[in-house]
């Protein structure tokens, strides 16, 4: 069976002696654990790094009602493009906790897989639960209920918060140079193939990276973060980059606005303005955009195809395609 592929590269190199090594760390000296995030097919995956244990309790509390559970699917998706286009910084969670979020690798091309930590507490405890018990009522859950693993979310102190921060780079400089050199041996193994003896494959290797391969590599990232337009809210930015890429996740102006701790009114209206139309036409747009794609597949039948670019319901999508394209899924795919 084949094995599905995702934004870094590869699980594998997230079980590197370096990542482990320094996963053991964040735990053992920090309190915390180190978390890669990564998009697949229908859902976003975590995976811990070195010898740790399972997500807290706090996470798998909030993530066992239907609504917490799509609110962290899009606070993953905001904080995972936010990271590719802003870097590592502290951010917030939709339950009111913090995390420390950075890109796996900057030459990630689609930028939507990160490193962060586990959720903490930094700075007054008192005045942190107060905003989580708020979010617990939305949520479907009982803040009684939530109290306890609220308090058994570990509290980051500033010096250890900055090795958190000290590790994570660490671990993401180390995901890309495992990257660069997996990209050169593949070159080489194209140029002269599986046989060379290894020393000599190195030894290419190293004029590969004289020659610039790496600085090529990089240059093409700092392209694509000056291409953004500078005067686009960060907001608007981050949604309209996540849908282009993953369209079929379950948006609403609702949950965008509740990850982004503004009003629906707000959202919409700083939508509207920057982009020329409402969230909800650019979403239908880029799903049927997505579904004209899948529709060649001829094994996929037309209500798989509105499944995978997110309507729950077939007859909604043809409904919907029929409006953009005056004809139906049946009879376009037909005609292409």
């Known amino acids: ?110 930028g939507l897989a990160v490193l962060s930590t586990c959720m903490f507490t930094s700075g007054d405890r008192i005045a942190g639960w107060k905003e989580v018990s708020k979010s617990a009522g939305k949520l479907g859950i009982k803040p009684k209920a939530l109290r306890g693993a609220f308090d058994a979310v570990p509290e980051i102190p500033r010096d250890k918060l900055e090795l958190a921060q000290a590790l994570i780079m660490a671990a993401t400089a180390a995901v890309a140079e495992i990257k660069i050199r997996r990209q050169l041996e593949e070159r080489l193994v194209a140029m002269e193939g599986a046989q060379k003896p290894a020393l000599h ?61 503004i009003t629906p009114n707000h959202f919409s209206a700083l939508f509207h303005r920057w982009m020329g139309q409402s969230f909800l036409a650019f979403l239908n747009a880029k799903r049927i955009e997505a579904s004209k794609e899948l529709l060649n597949d001829l094994a996929l039948s037309v209500g798989e195809v509105a499944q995978r670019v997110g309507y729950d319901a077939a007859n909604y999508f043809a409904r919907r395609f029929k409006k953009a394209t005056g004809m139906t899924p049946r009879k376009w795919r037909n005609q292409h």
Not at 232 to 240: R, S
Request: net charge positive; aromatic share 4%.
């Open 201 to 261: 494959r190195q030894s290419i290797m190293m004029e590969e990276l004289k020659s610039g391969f790496v600085e090529t590599q990089r240059r093409k990232v700092l392209h694509n973060r000056q291409t953004h337009n500078p005067k686009c809210p960060a907001l608007v930015e981050v949604v309209a980059k996540l849908v282009a890429h993953k369209p079929n996740l379950p948006y609403t102006v609702a949950s965008i606005s509740a990850a982004a701790h």
């Open 1 to 110: 069976m084949k094995k599905e592929s995702h934004d870094i590269a590869g699980e594998e190199i997230l079980h590197s002696p370096i990542l482990t090594k320094l996963g053991e760390i964040a735990a053992h000296f920090v309190g915390i654990n180190l978390v890669a995030v990564f998009p697949r097919k229908d859902r976003w995956a975590e995976l811990r790094l070195g010898n740790v244990t399972g997500r807290q309790a706090f996470c798998r509390m909030v993530q066992s009602t239907h609504e917490g559970e799509k609110q962290c699917r899009m606070c993953h998706a905001f904080m995972s493009v936010a990271a590719s286009r802003d870097g590592m910084a502290i951010r917030r969670c939709h339950a009111g906790l913090s995390t420390v979020v950075a890109p796996v690798s900057q030459l990630s091309e689609t």
